[in-house]
């Protein structure tokens, strides 16, 4: 049943019936979450996909399942498809739900329909290359799309003969806009695009116009650092161009067509994009900023009424969401922060309602519909959650050395008992143009609940160069790799021993990229401070993580601010391996083996020297088919047994060597 659920009703401590339980590793990495969500025109139905981890032991090696589902008023969600076929991309147009799926005999991924009443899916249209991003007219005749083009048989042929070589960097495919009449007997589809790729793809309302977000390649580097939003005909012709730099994200027309809202950045070196612009197709393009010094980040945004357009932003640890109008810029509240951290917004044009997707510290991302300052929760994807104990989670502050005000989210133990000393997990998010929320954090690389029952705290900060907390604190870390933002965690650390709550000796730091960068960095050059220290997918050396990224572009212009060339010994200093022979943190590094972010390399370069110097315990663990990050449930469950077994073992058990490095995951298959 429905759910009203408010800040006063269900909160990140909750009291806990003797029927409470703790969770296990497996519960942590096999929770369920609503991951996307699609509104009809009248406002009242929404169709919802949830995520469905496969089960460890059980299942074979895969992705998440998904299944398509509908909520009604305040009804319960009735299940549509939940066949665990692929099904991506769900959106609502008339009394259909479409979604792109590769069902049945489709060698391609498609588009498909399903009446919201329900029924038997039907494919719309086909491609002779899988379907991508894609988007519907408001009359229903015209469907764009993107897509490659088809594979050539003759590379097949040649591959089969042995002639393998890869050109690195020039043999990228370019994704094409393309558009189909759905209303012809036998439709086709016209290619709109030839020499840029292209990124999203959306009509404007009331114009025969496609507004595309395009780049010069197809390289990651040119998606992060150099697209732009353009307008093209139907046939294809570029018609206007809006002038933005750096990093863009979601834009969205009003509903009469004037007016595009753009999430932007505020210059070529900003590292996020969270400003809010707005162009005015009638005032020959003239762009507004209209959120000028926000002191957050804007995360999504909507359009209610052809004048109102609602955003969604993340401030400090917290969310809110508020409506703006487009005559005098005035913004009122629609929720205020500290109800739940909304992850992005649905609104329908001339509907009052607001459909949400949330999180609190209690729960993963579910549903929500915001009305009268309130969330109206929709659905419960994880009913046993009731029965686990939760732990208290709060904001903190506190000050950096060097007097700069900080936040982080301070998780305790299930036990808590003032007065008791315990030892720390801090975890370090990665970017670091990122940020903790103060709602759901429990992840394979972080698991809250789990640690908290064992007796740790967790802390999670927002350490200089986070977003959430404006333009100029993102900045604050750039042409300082590992140093006043690294020092950021020692302070976190230190005023947790402050506070009474640590003991200083059993103190350990985990976290992915950015954050295994800093796990690197604390068992190396900080090794005073940690007793432990997980890695995972991080950075070691920043002279060759330069030459082996595919993000160097970006690195350069919103991180590091200079080249390795321009000051070799800087470059090298701030690596970990340099500091590699004054390690005594033990460390377990691990990294997916087809990362192409932050190349395995970086991870074999620091086990290597650790190895060698041989001062402390050291192990390497690479997970083959994963990349950045673990994507499959058994990967992820083994990546959790690992570091609870680590942090265990320095910081509870006082070993001094490392421990085994089986798992018992053959028992399990009995």
Excluded at 111 to 134: C, M, P, T, W
């Amino acid at each position: 049943m429905f759910l009203r659920l408010g800040l006063t009703t269900l909160c990140a401590t909750l009291s806990f019936s003797v029927l409470a339980r703790d969770i296990t590793l497996q519960e942590t990495v096999t929770t369920q979450s609503v991951n996307s969500v699609a509104v009809s025109n009248d406002g009242q139905t929404a169709a919802f996909t949830r995520v469905l981890p496969r089960t460890p032991y059980v299942d074979d090696d895969g992705s998440s399942f998904l299944e398509l589902l509908v909520v009604r008023g305040e009804n319960d969600p009735i299940p549509f498809i939940a066949d665990k076929q692929s099904i991506r991309d769900v959106t609502v147009h008339g009394e259909f739900i479409y979604f792109t799926s590769k069902r049945d005999d489709d060698k391609y991924t498609s588009l498909y329909k399903i009446a919201l009443n329900g029924g038997e899916a039907q494919r719309v249209f086909s491609h002779e290359s899988s379907i991508r991003d894609y988007a519907l007219s408001a009359d229903g005749r015209y469907l764009a799309f993107t897509a490659q083009e088809k594979a050539d048989k003759t590379d097949k042929e040649l591959v089969k003969k042995g002639f393998k070589a890869e050109v690195y960097e020039e043999e990228h495919q370019f994704t094409h806009a393309w558009l189909v009449d759905l209303s012809n007997d036998a439709p086709m589809a016209a290619q709109l695009t030839s020499d840029r790729q292209v990124l999203s793809i959306a009509f404007r309302p009331g114009h025969e116009q496609l507004l595309l977000r395009t780049a010069p390649t197809a390289l990651i580097d040119d998606n992060y650092m150099s697209s732009a939003y353009q307008l093209v005909s139907f046939a294809g012709a570029q018609e206007s161009t809006f002038s933005t730099v750096g990093k863009l994200g979601k834009a969205e027309f009003s509903p009469d067509g004037r007016y595009l809202a753009v999430i932007g950045s505020a210059d070529y070196n900003d590292p996020s994009s969270g400003r809010l612009y707005v162009f005015d197709t009638q005032n020959d393009n003239s762009v507004r900023d209209v959120l000028p010094d926000y002191p957050g980040h804007v995360k999504d945004i909507d359009w209610r009424r052809n004048d109102e357009l609602i955003y969604l932003g993340h401030i400090g640890t917290e969310s809110e969401v508020r409506a703006i109008t487009m005559q005098w810029l005035e913004t009122r509240s629609l929720l205020e922060p500290g109800e739940a951290i909304v992850v992005d917004i649905e609104a329908t044009p001339n509907q009052s309602a607001v459909f949400a997707r949330a999180h609190r510290a209690s729960h993963p991302t579910e549903l929500f519909r915001i009305e009268n300052q309130s969330l109206i929760r929709l659905t419960d994807s994880n009913p046993w959650l009731a029965d686990i104990t939760q732990p208290k989670q709060e904001t903190i502050r506190y000050k950096a050395r060097d007097g700069v005000e900080l936040e982080g989210i301070l998780v305790y133990p299930t036990d808590y008992q003032e007065g008791t000393r315990y030892p720390l997990i801090t975890v370090v998010h990665g970017g670091p143009e990122s940020h903790y929320s103060n709602g759901w954090l429990d992840r394979y690389g972080s698991p809250v609940k789990y640690a908290a029952q064992q007796g740790y705290v967790l802390f999670f900060p927002n350490y200089r160069g986070s977003t959430g907390r404006g333009v100029e604190f993102s900045k604050m870390g750039q042409n300082d790799y590992a140093g006043k933002e690294f020092d950021d965690l020692v302070d976190g650390k230190n005023h947790l021993v402050e506070m009474g709550l640590v003991d200083t000796n059993k103190a350990g730091i985990t976290g992915g990229s950015y954050g295994g960068f800093a796990s690197a960095w604390g068992a190396t050059a900080q090794t005073e401070h940690w007793a432990a220290s997980v890695m995972f997918v991080g950075i070691s050396d920043n002279i060759s993580k330069f030459g082996t990224t595919d993000i160097a572009k970006e690195m350069h212009a919103v991180h590091a601010r200079s080249y390795p060339w321009e000051k070799w010994q800087w470059y090298l200093e701030r690596s970990p391996i340099y500091h590699a022979e004054k390690a005594r943190t033990p460390i377990l590094i691990m990294h997916g083996k087809e990362d192409t972010r932050v190349h395995p390399s970086q991870s074999m370069e620091l086990y290597r020297y650790l190895k060698t110097h041989g001062n402390v315990p050291v192990r390497l663990v690479l997970y083959p088919g994963e990349g950045h990050g673990n994507r499959r449930v058994a990967a992820q469950l083994d990546y959790s047994m690992r570091l609870m077994r680590w942090m265990d073992s320095f910081l509870k058990e006082g070993k001094s060597e490392a421990p085994a490095h089986e798992l018992p995951h053959a028992e399990q298959l009995n």
